[in-house]
């Protein structure tokens, strides 16, 4: 089992800059893929960004040039920064590891809120 633990959410301005951290605890070992989902009312939570346990990373089109994810393995954490904040970065964002072995897994956080607003 994994536990995730989000912080970092808030009211930010538009413009500005945000960290979002999540830490995992449990058996972090087994974790291969972490990420950042986010949802806004009305819509499916989508994925935003993702780092693999070898540090590959994926970005949502939105975010690209604008954020980093950066993880630390040992540490069981996975970190978030997003610059240039626009009203549309605004939702609830959510922790995610996935364990795929010895079957998969998705665990998630219990989410942040993120409002951008001028």
């Known amino acids: 089992q994994v536990q995730l633990v989000e912080s970092g959410g808030g009211l930010v301005q538009t413009g500005g800059s945000l960290t979002l951290s999540c830490v995992a605890s449990?058996?972090?070992?087994?974790?291969?893929?972490m990420g950042w989902y986010r949802q806004t009312p009305g819509k499916q939570r989508e994925v935003v960004a993702i780092?693999?346990?070898?540090?590959?990373?994926r970005y949502t089109e939105s975010l690209k040039g604008r954020a980093t994810i950066t993880r630390d393995n040992a540490k069981g954490t996975v970190v978030l920064q997003i610059d240039d904040l626009r009203s549309d970065d605004t939702g609830v964002y959510y922790c995610?590891?996935?364990?795929?072995?010895?079957?998969?897994?998705?665990?998630w956080g219990q989410g942040t809120e993120v409002t951008v607003s001028s």
């Open positions: 449990g058996n972090i070992d087994s974790i291969n893929t």
């Open positions: 780092i693999t346990r070898n540090g590959d990373t």
């Open positions: 995610r590891a996935d364990r795929s072995w010895p079957d998969f897994m998705a665990y």
